[in-house]
């Protein structure tokens, strides 16, 4: 049987016709080519800003797949920026210039904001969080949490009053970022109640493209999203039990239980192959949870030569 490195896709390093640049991130590689951006979801995995040293076998086909399938879904309320997909872990759009900014969206007191809230602060990015609440508890309105977006190292919490003091987003751009990012939620929001689930919260990202601002990037997967399970949310906050995510805040979690987060000094743990293919088999649980489709696995064989072939393909039909 081959191990889970020779069934995953790690780093890539293709050379298409027409190429101009390629980016590195946490997941992602994504290549220039043209007005066209061609991006690759790998099947790294990062926590704490740090990517982790074991690849998860589909991951990459379930976040390009759930991000294709909300995108189609929410293309009505606004711009963005995906063509096609002509590869289970590839997604072709159009190449946007991007804001500096996640616009975080929460509509419940879990994750980050529960550590801050726990620290004693009341007021994260310029929101108010009320007294007395719990952790899991709702917020009566979501609130947006910006991020400014690091190139190394941990994104940093920001303001709408800092982004617009310091002209990392105009202020009329910003209004409308805030209206797709509620409207999106609440689309989100939706979707994922009809699957039996609650969409705990999100970031999306944007761009710019001849003065139209698109969606860009991906939506409300794993890697982006935190999911509760709806059955027995309510039961669980009264007993006051932790609650069943669908998410990856359980390799958080396994990470900071084996000394890991991400701070100076510490040691990133070896995930054992057992736990790996958990971490793959939940991605994949999510993925038919939340789209309601049975996931077809790929093709293993020989992942990176089937990426080029089929992206390469997709560029000769688009040649004129």
Not at 265 to 278: I, K
């Amino acid at each position: 049987m081959k191990s889970i490195e020779q069934r995953s896709v790690g780093r890539t390093d293709f050379k298409f016709p027409g190429q101009t640049g390629v980016y590195k991130g946490k997941v992602r590689d994504v290549y220039a080519i043209g007005d066209l951006l061609v991006m690759v979801a790998s099947d790294r995995i990062s926590a704490f800003d740090h990517i982790l040293p074991r690849p998860i076998p589909f991951k990459g086909q379930v976040l390009n797949q759930v991000a294709t399938h909300f995108l189609e879904a929410t293309k009505d309320i606004c711009p963005n920026w995906l063509l096609a997909t002509p590869d289970p872990n590839v997604a072709v759009g159009h190449r946007c210039e991007p804001f500096r900014v996640e616009m975080v969206i929460r509509g419940y007191l879990t994750g980050h904001v529960w550590r801050v809230y726990q620290s004693g602060k009341r007021l994260l990015c310029g929101a108010h969080l009320p007294e007395g609440m719990k952790e899991h508890d709702r917020f009566p309105t979501p609130i947006i949490t910006p991020a400014t977006k690091a190139e190394e190292g941990h994104d940093e919490d920001i303001s709408k009053e800092e982004i617009i003091a310091q002209n990392i987003v105009g202020q009329a751009d910003y209004e409308v970022l805030e209206k797709y990012t509620r409207a999106l939620f609440q689309r989100g929001t939706e979707m994922a109640a009809e699957r039996g689930l609650i969409l705990v919260d999100t970031k999306y990202e944007f761009g710019k493209k001849d003065g139209q601002i698109y969606l860009i990037d991906e939506i409300h997967t794993p890697d982006s999203s935190r999911y509760f399970y709806k059955n027995g949310y309510e039961e669980r906050q009264a007993k006051g039990l932790a609650q069943k995510q669908l998410s990856k805040e359980f390799v958080r979690e396994w990470l900071m239980d084996h000394g890991f987060q991400g701070r100076e000094g510490e040691l990133m743990p070896l995930m054992p192959d057992m736990f790996v293919e958990r971490v793959s088999e939940r991605y994949i649980e999510l993925y038919e949870r939340i789209t309601g489709k049975d996931f077809e696995r790929s093709e293993t064989g020989d992942i990176k030569g089937r990426i080029e072939e089929n992206v390469l393909e997709y560029l000769r039909c688009r040649t004129p």
